[in-house]
């Protein structure tokens, strides 16, 4: 991500949770009665509906991010036992960066903050007042609720930014799923706004991430340790002098 700069979205389908985006998020059982009318069997518009929302998830790829940066859980999951880093973003001047056709049919992604219920608590498609499109791209189980997630959607982003992951390109297959292959949007420098080092982020490590993105990324980039509070279970950012 540092090294170019961008950022990683994902097909909806191949997140971590088979419950997102998921199209029975939505019910589409009670149908308005002008639906029933004329020929068409009553099973097939909630087929269509259900289909639609199925279409709508396979259309869709995001890139997950959070509201918070000291969270044990997710130091622990996703960056190595405490050994990586985590990135912060400035928000605004990232959708300032969004180039022309990163989108195929919207400018810029949707900024959704992920709303975490009960899987019962279904909207009527047909009554609700609900946004149903951001109701189903930002709805998750309250599990989750602890990574306060902010998640950038973009529905058919343009093929011209699409690329295998390194790993994919060291395993390549004969035939590749569309859905199995990631777009990334690229970020000016100054998107980048400061860097958390782990509690146990190597040190060697920790000396040429700070070069890198000090001489290449944002000069002004902010470098934090995160500690351990020695009177609860928590973390703590402490600044890290340029000297």
């Keep these: 991500m540092i090294e170019h700069h961008n950022l990683q979205f994902t097909n909806a389908t191949q997140l971590n949770d088979p419950f997102d985006c998921h199209p029975k998020l939505i019910d589409y059982s009670n149908k308005p009665k002008r639906e029933h009318q004329g020929w068409i069997p009553e099973e097939w518009w909630k087929e ?70 009960d899987i019962i608590d279904r909207p009527n498609a047909y009554s609700s007042k609900e946004d149903l499109f951001c109701y189903q791209w930002q709805t ?26 390194q790993k994919q390109a060291e395993h390549p297959k004969e035939v590749w799923n569309w859905f199995e292959i990631h777009h990334y949007m690229p970020l000016k420098g100054e998107c980048f706004e400061s860097i958390y080092f782990g509690v146990n982020t190597d040190a060697s490590e920790k000396k040429e991430v700070s070069k890198f993105v000090r001489e290449r990324l944002n000069p002004h980039i902010k470098l934090y340790q995160m500690r351990v509070d020695e009177n609860a279970f928590r973390l703590q950012p402490d600044i890290i002098s340029k000297s």
């Design 48 to 117: 269509k509906r259900e289909n639609d929302a199925l279409n709508r998830r396979n259309e869709t790829w995001l890139c997950s991010l959070s509201r918070v940066n000291n969270s044990i859980l997710m130091w622990s999951h996703y960056c190595y036992n405490h050994k990586g880093i985590c990135i912060g973003l400035d928000l605004d001047k990232v959708l300032e960066s969004v180039p022309p056709l990163f989108g195929s049919i919207f400018v810029k992604p949707f900024v959704l903050d992920v709303q975490y219920k």
């Design 140 to 165: 998750k189980a309250k599990e989750w609720e602890y990574e306060q997630e902010v998640r950038l959607v973009m529905p058919n982003p343009g093929p011209m930014y699409a690329a295998f992951t």
